[in-house]
C-alpha cells in the first residue's frame, strides 16, 4: 500500500523560510514523477514544482526562484525548500506521486498523478 506523508509546515512571517518533506512507503521514488501542489482557502489546488524521473524540474511562474524540488532516494522522500516566503503562498501543500514516467508539460497537472499525501500546512504572516 502506498502511503505518502508530508511533514515540515508551519506558521511563518514573511521573508522566512520551510523545508517540507513527503516520506514515502510501498513506493519507490527512483522512477517515477513527483510533484508538490498547494491549496489555498476558497481557491483551486495548483501545481508548484514537479520533478520527472530525468532529474528535471518544473516550477509555476509565482513560485520560481523561492522554491526547489529535490528528492533523496536513499530516504525515499521528497523535499520542497521555500524561501521568501510570501502571504499568498499561505495553504495546504500536498506531495503526489506517480510510477509512470510523465512528460515535463504535464508535471503540474494533477490529473496525472495517482498517489496523494495528506497535507501539511503552510501560514505565512505580513
Known amino acids: 500500500q502506498v502511503q505518502l506523508v508530508e511533514s515540515g509546515g508551519g506558521s511563518v512571517q514573511a521573508g522566512g523560510s520551510l523545508k517540507l518533506s513527503c516520506a514515502a512507503s510501498?513506493?519507490?521514488?527512483?522512477?517515477?514523477?513527483l510533484a508538490w501542489f498547494r491549496q489555498a482557502p476558497g481557491k483551486e489546488r495548483e501545481g508548484v514544482a514537479g520533478?520527472?524521473?530525468?532529474?528535471?524540474?518544473r516550477y509555476a511562474d509565482s513560485v520560481k526562484g523561492r522554491f526547489t524540488i529535490s528528492q533523496d532516494n536513499a530516504k525515499n522522500t521528497l523535499y520542497l525548500q521555500i524561501n521568501s516566503l510570501k502571504p499568498e503562498d499561505t495553504a495546504m501543500y500536498y506531495c503526489?506521486?506517480?510510477?509512470?514516467?510523465?512528460?515535463?508539460?504535464?508535471?503540474?497537472?494533477?490529473?496525472?498523478?495517482?498517489?496523494w499525501g495528506q497535507g501539511t500546512q503552510v501560514t505565512v504572516s505580513s
Open positions: 510501498g513506493y519507490s521514488y527512483s522512477r517515477s514523477a
Open positions: 503526489a506521486a506517480r510510477n509512470r514516467r510523465l512528460s515535463w508539460s504535464y508535471l503540474l497537472q494533477e490529473e496525472y498523478y495517482a498517489y
Open positions: 520533478l520527472d524521473d530525468f532529474g528535471v524540474t
